[in-house]
């Protein structure tokens, strides 16, 4: 059995009280406008964390992964962080996969039109136990009541490609409202968002066991 903890959306907000676990994963967001100082603060915080492994997906507001990934990739490993970027990697037995892509929303960071989006999430692979996305897929977990939008955010060619790789477990954040979890057949989803859409840092880390294959 593997205790995964799961955070996104943090803000620059740091998350006090998190639960124990053998992972900690967080699904993007981690800042306000991705900046060094930014970062730096937040993986000196995470990789702090008593979790044995640490793992961290870019989100549309973590600007430096986009715009100086060397440099926001060797602040990751100073701190013992592991971050995925349409990378797969297994730890005890857990096969993991991250993408930080999401559909086009308002020019911020890892956008994409749909048939680019398309192309990148054909590279999620089958059997996976975890995948981590910044956003949702469409329909689940994805709606938001934000003053410039309406409705669902969530990314079709995402939702398609899930539906064919069937993850054990779908993680992600982005749409602050959607926090929460819906079991279907196949795949656990968890919107793992901790700020509000006010951006108050008052959603729990989301803890859940991994029974083996």
Do not use: S
């Amino acid at each position: 059995m593997t205790k995964l903890v799961f955070l996104a959306d943090t803000h620059n907000y740091t998350i006090t009280n998190v639960p124990d676990g053998d992972m900690v994963i967080h699904c993007g967001d981690a800042t306000g406008i991705g900046t060094i100082p930014e970062v730096a603060k937040f993986m000196t915080w995470y990789g702090q964390l008593p979790h044995r492994h640490k793992i961290f997906v870019a989100g549309n507001h973590d600007w430096l992964f986009q715009k100086e990934p060397n440099l926001a990739r060797q602040i990751c490993r100073d701190n013992d962080v592991l971050y995925l970027e349409d990378q797969g990697r297994t730890l005890e037995g857990v096969r993991l996969y991250g993408t930080p892509w999401q559909p086009n929303f308002m020019d911020w960071a890892f956008n994409l039109d749909e048939l680019d989006l398309e192309e990148r999430f054909q590279h999620i692979p089958g059997g996976l136990d975890v995948l981590i996305t910044h956003g949702p897929p469409f329909g689940i977990l994805d709606e938001t009541t934000h003053d410039f939008k309406l409705g669902n955010m969530g990314c079709r060619a995402l939702r398609e490609r899930v539906d064919r790789a069937k993850p054990r477990v779908h993680v992600f954040g982005h749409c602050h409202k959607g926090y929460g979890q819906k079991q279907t057949p196949d795949t656990l989803f968890i919107n793992a968002a901790n700020c509000t859409e006010r951006y108050n840092a008052t959603n729990p880390p989301v803890v859940i066991d991994l029974e083996p294959r």
